[in-house]
């Protein structure tokens, strides 16, 4: 199948997918006297919501601290998300969703957590269930300006801001935006920086969006898991691979129709690709490939001039791709391929 085939060959590698960071990094450590405390606030600023019309779950967050993305946005596909920040303790992620999983609400999952925890007052959580019942909690030790409000379907919660207001610009984005649950999250993360943000300043940030039910294949049901690690300007940074993972999913939506046998809806697809990403060779490569696999070589050979230009490496693939069944193994229209734009 082409996509499955086109993944071994593009990737090379294959990945562990799990609810959530893998671990909390290495400034999660307790501090001497502070039993499961950081030494330092991990977070400022996040998101936690349900697409109503999709059923969707997502987390979105920004810090001025490095890789804010491997401890605080936690989500699983038909069960909930959870952001988990300030003096983070990434049990409230792992833990949050086991709880959820097994069918406490998410007003219930963070009552009995928060419970628990002796150092509630150092933490600031929000989440959301599958269902769209969403809890947040904001302890009374958050360092100011600190503040929290909760809407249908979401929460809003934010630490260490230069000024007052940013949870207020955060709703207003949220429930004014448009489009879908990646771009609307992407919003209340610029409205946020807007509005003053971070006192310290900007250095990472994070988007992850699951699917509303899971499908066995925990892979397929991330439809973005992005982060800017350390950058002068992570939402920019955001935005612009926010974008790039859009162009890669009509691709993948391309090669499954071309599996399906739906080349008029795959070529839509990898059209779509190419205007999200113009000047990047690698869509218009494999729209090529994809027309010139239907007899459509006519229409192939200027696309695979394009991509050449671009990066004259692609011509090598050409018979690479025909020996594994990704262009029909005929020497004059392989001629013709490697020919095209000279």
Same mark, same amino acid.
């Given at each position: 199948?082409?996509?499955?085939?086109?993944?071994?060959?593009?990737?090379?590698?294959?990945?562990?997918?799990?609810?959530?960071?893998?671990?909390?990094?290495?400034?999660?450590?307790?501090?001497?006297?502070?039993?499961?405390?950081?030494?330092?606030?991990?977070?400022?600023?996040?998101?936690?919501?349900?697409?109503?019309?999709?059923?969707?779950?997502?987390?979105?967050?920004?810090?001025?601290?490095?890789?804010?993305?491997?401890?605080?946005?936690?989500?699983?596909?038909?069960?909930?998300?959870?952001?988990?920040?300030?003096?983070?303790?990434?049990?409230?992620?792992?833990?949050?969703?086991?709880?959820?999983?097994?069918?406490?609400?998410?007003?219930?999952?963070?009552?009995?957590?928060?419970?628990?925890?002796?150092?509630?007052?150092?933490?600031?959580?929000?989440?959301?269930?599958?269902?769209?019942?969403?809890?947040?909690?904001?302890?009374?030790?958050?360092?100011?300006?600190?503040?929290?409000?909760?809407?249908?379907?979401?929460?809003?919660?934010?630490?260490?801001?230069?000024? %007052? !207001?940013?949870? =207020?610009?955060?709703?207003?984005? @949220?429930?004014?935006?448009?489009?879908? #649950?990646? +771009? *609307?999250?992407?919003?209340?993360?610029?409205?946020?920086?807007?509005?003053?943000?971070?006192?310290?300043?900007?250095?990472?940030?994070?988007?992850?969006?699951?699917?509303?039910?899971?499908?066995?294949?925990?892979?397929?049901?991330?439809?973005?898991?992005?982060?800017?690690?350390?950058?002068?300007?992570?939402?920019?940074?955001?935005?612009?691979?926010?974008?790039?993972?859009?162009?890669?999913?009509?691709?993948?939506?391309?090669?499954?129709?071309?599996? %399906? !046998?739906?080349? =008029?809806?795959?070529?839509?697809? @990898?059209?779509?690709?190419?205007?999200? #990403?113009? +000047? *990047?060779?690698?869509?218009?490569?494999?729209?090529?490939?994809?027309?010139?696999?239907?007899?459509?070589?006519?229409?192939?050979?200027?696309?695979?001039?394009?991509?050449?230009?671009?990066?004259?490496?692609?011509?090598?693939?050409?018979?690479?791709?025909?020996?594994?069944?990704?262009?029909?193994?005929?020497?004059?229209?392989?001629?013709?391929?490697?020919?095209?734009?000279?």
């Amino acid at each position: 199948m082409l996509r499955s085939t086109r993944a071994c060959l593009l990737l090379g590698t294959l990945s562990a997918f799990a609810t959530g960071p893998a671990a909390a990094p290495a400034d999660a450590q307790p501090a001497e006297g502070h039993s499961g405390v950081p030494r330092r606030p991990v977070s400022t600023y996040s998101i936690v919501a349900r697409d109503s019309a999709t059923g969707e779950l997502g987390v979105a967050v920004q810090s001025h601290w490095f890789s804010v993305g491997s401890v605080v946005p936690w989500a699983a596909s038909g069960v909930g998300a959870v952001a988990t920040q300030s003096f983070t303790d990434p049990a409230y992620g792992a833990l949050g969703l086991e709880m959820m999983r097994s069918g406490k609400s998410a007003p219930e999952t963070l009552a009995g957590l928060v419970a628990s925890d002796a150092d509630e007052a150092v933490r600031q959580v929000g989440m959301v269930d599958a269902q769209g019942r969403t809890a947040v909690h904001t302890g009374a030790s958050a360092i100011s300006e600190a503040c929290d409000r909760t809407g249908p379907g979401f929460t809003v919660q934010a630490n260490l801001m230069l000024k %007052a !207001g940013v949870c =207020d610009a955060m709703v207003r984005a @949220y429930t004014t935006s448009s489009g879908d #649950l990646a +771009g *609307r999250l992407m919003a209340t993360l610029e409205a946020a920086q807007e509005a003053g943000g971070d006192l310290r300043g900007k250095q990472s940030a994070a988007l992850l969006v699951v699917a509303p039910h899971p499908s066995g294949r925990p892979w397929e049901d991330r439809l973005y898991d992005l982060r800017v690690e350390d950058h002068a300007d992570p939402l920019v940074e955001l935005r612009r691979v926010l974008t790039v993972a859009r162009a890669y999913r009509h691709m993948n939506e391309g090669d499954e129709h071309v599996t %399906a !046998g739906e080349i =008029d809806r795959a070529l839509e697809e @990898y059209r779509r690709a190419e205007e999200l #990403l113009p +000047g *990047r060779s690698e869509p218009i490569f494999w729209h090529a490939v994809t027309l010139a696999s239907e007899g459509k070589v006519e229409e192939a050979l200027p696309l695979f001039a394009r991509a050449y230009e671009l990066h004259p490496a692609w011509r090598e693939l050409v018979p690479r791709i025909v020996a594994v069944g990704l262009l029909p193994d005929d020497p004059a229209l392989v001629d013709r391929i490697l020919g095209a734009g000279r």
